[in-house]
């Protein structure tokens, strides 16, 4: 079925988009802010990234620089929503279409190539790894990293304020959270994220590319509900792995999919296949508990 | 001690719904008392304590709390001195948090929250010696999802949540009003009993008459966003339902007899 190559690069854009769906936990799940910033930030990630690296700075630095943007492009939104009032979904669409016009001004075309430069991946190809596999081993160790420290910061006393704040608002400011505050930090950190893993894409994939953020929040969402529907999120570390997991289930969904040559599938069709996956992972979890439900009744 | 002077505040402002909820209200509480609120619908109590705790802002007037003047002051910056307990069961707690995490929320309430882990061992024995205090069970259920708790217990923890650390003063806005008669009978016995070993200064609105009576030492009638009577000591003592109702006739006959005035 599957080529090895195939895998590999499925595993490892789906360790990407677990990044992604980090952000998105934090800003759907945790503060309840549907934040559609994430379609700009990630192209913006990769932008910033890119143009440094070109520019001969350290992979690395260039990498936290795209964090950094990141994390500017999700204040703007929540400050938009939390000092202007601005609708929450309406303030990310306003930031996201203006990211547009900032990464075609920070590339200063539509697309970057990388193939040439040094990347974060370049020392990692020296360590006697197939070609295929170093992308893989250096992104699990990233999303692991970033896994414990979402997870120790969630537990956090500012983490647990930032839980109550989408949690429960009022209450939160019933014990001295700024609430405010806590939506500029979260929507930050997600963006940041989504940054992180536009910059590392633009990296491993030797290209930047100004349209490549269409659709992230999509393939986000479906790693997150997808993620959820195989592992209860009933804790946050249970939640993280559920991103990464989902993450790379839908990768695997996808690739599956697009090889298995009696569905006759194309790569134009990865938006149809992703609504349907996404469509499936809303709807399953519920048909499992109906299903269960009607089996115990039958016992009984 | 906690005085709120001359507070004037108007819903919908040049509207057709133009609703002034308070005319001038003027409270002052002073240390360790426990006053209780009464009024009928609309009369301004609710409002009152938004005021109070910074969820709505008056228009005119003067809250000072502690020495410190607040009127301008955000919910989030009073809540290190204004503890609260709300009407709805669910309000006042996380259901998608832990008891324990619940708790730790509380504990650093008008605090600075850092990056150190929110629930600590050196809490352990605190949050477990008070929830013991409720007799409910809860001490062994830390790590539960407060979402599994009824009603009730949800509204016994936030009260435990609203003491947990010292504040000039504590809001319960009708407590009990959503909860069965024998539950909200158990709350309003916790709630006396913290408010007398902690020595509380608090405010406690109620729908009730007769509860507004029984608890506290000084009790409060808002009519019409004002206080119309203020009654404590012995004044207080043995007096019953009907003569509150009594007094109250009175004043609303006064204030008849000043529109009266007025329409001359």
Request: glycine fraction near 10%.
């Amino acid at each position: 079925m599957l080529s090895d190559i195939a895998l590999y690069g499925a595993i490892e854009t789906g360790l990407i988009y677990g990044l992604v769906a980090f952000g998105i936990y934090i800003s759907f799940r945790v503060l309840d802010f549907p934040d559609l910033t994430v379609d700009g930030s990630f192209p913006l990630g990769a932008a910033v990234a890119a143009m440094l690296i070109l520019a001969g700075w350290n992979p690395w630095i260039a990498t936290g620089a795209a964090i950094l943007a990141g994390m500017a492009a999700g204040a703007v939104t929540a400050l938009l929503n939390v000092k202007l009032n601005i609708l929450n979904l309406l303030a990310s669409i306003l930031t996201m279409i203006a990211l547009y016009s900032v990464n075609l001004r920070i590339m200063g075309r539509p697309n970057v190539a990388l193939l040439t430069e040094e990347t974060v991946l370049t020392p990692w190809y020296d360590l006697g790894l197939a070609y295929h596999q170093v992308p893989v081993v250096l992104f699990v160790i990233v999303v692991l990293v970033s896994l414990i420290l979402l997870w120790r910061f969630m537990k956090s006393e500012t983490g647990l304020a930032m839980r109550a704040t989408g949690a429960n608002a009022r209450m939160a400011r019933a014990q001295g959270i700024a609430t405010g505050g806590m939506i500029v930090l979260g929507v930050a950190l997600s963006n940041g994220l989504v940054g992180l893993a536009g910059a590392l894409f633009a990296q491993s994939q030797g290209a930047a590319d100004v349209t490549m953020g269409v659709g992230v929040i999509v393939i986000g969402l479906a790693s997150l509900i997808g993620g959820e529907a195989v592992i209860t999120p009933s804790t946050v570390v249970r939640a993280l792995i559920a991103c990464v997991a989902g993450a790379i289930i839908y990768r695997l969904a996808i690739a599956f999919a697009l090889n298995a040559e009696f569905l006759g599938l194309q790569s134009q069709d990865l938006n149809l296949i992703t609504a349907v996956l996404v469509t499936l992972a809303i709807v399953l979890p519920g048909v499992r508990t109906s299903v269960a439900a009607k089996l115990t009744r039958k016992k009984a | 001690m906690i005085s709120a002077t001359d507070l004037r505040l108007t819903f919908g402002k040049g509207t057709p719904l133009e609703n002034p909820a308070l005319r001038g209200m003027s409270l002052t509480v002073n240390q360790g008392e426990f006053v209780t609120v009464i009024g009928s619908n609309g009369a301004g109590k609710s409002t009152f304590l938004n005021a109070l705790a910074g969820e709505v802002m008056v228009d005119s007037g003067k809250i000072i709390v502690d020495n410190q003047d607040v009127t301008k002051l955000p919910t989030h910056k009073r809540a290190g001195r204004v503890a609260r307990v709300f009407q709805d069961p669910l309000a006042g707690t996380c259901e998608g948090l832990t008891i324990e995490e619940n708790l730790a929320l509380a504990i650093k309430r008008g605090q600075r929250r850092g990056l150190t882990a929110a629930v600590k061992k050196e809490y352990m024995e605190r949050f477990r010696n008070s929830l013991s205090s409720l007799k409910l069970g809860l001490e062994n259920r830390l790590g539960d999802k407060m979402g599994l708790l009824s009603g009730g217990q949800r509204q016994a923890v936030s009260l435990l949540m609203a003491s947990l650390t010292p504040s000039a003063i504590l809001l319960l806005d009708e407590h009990t009003a959503a909860l069965d008669p024998k539950t909200a009978a158990f709350v309003l016995e916790l709630t006396t009993q913290i408010i007398e070993e902690q020595k509380l200064t608090a405010l406690m609105v109620t729908h009730s008459m007769k509860q507004a009576l029984e608890v506290g030492d000084r009790t409060v009638m808002l009519h019409q966003g004002e206080v119309v009577f203020d009654i404590e000591g012995e004044k207080r003592e043995g007096l019953e339902v009907k003569d509150l109702l009594g007094l109250f006739e009175k004043q609303r006959g006064l204030e008849i007899d000043d529109d009266s005035l007025l329409l001359d």
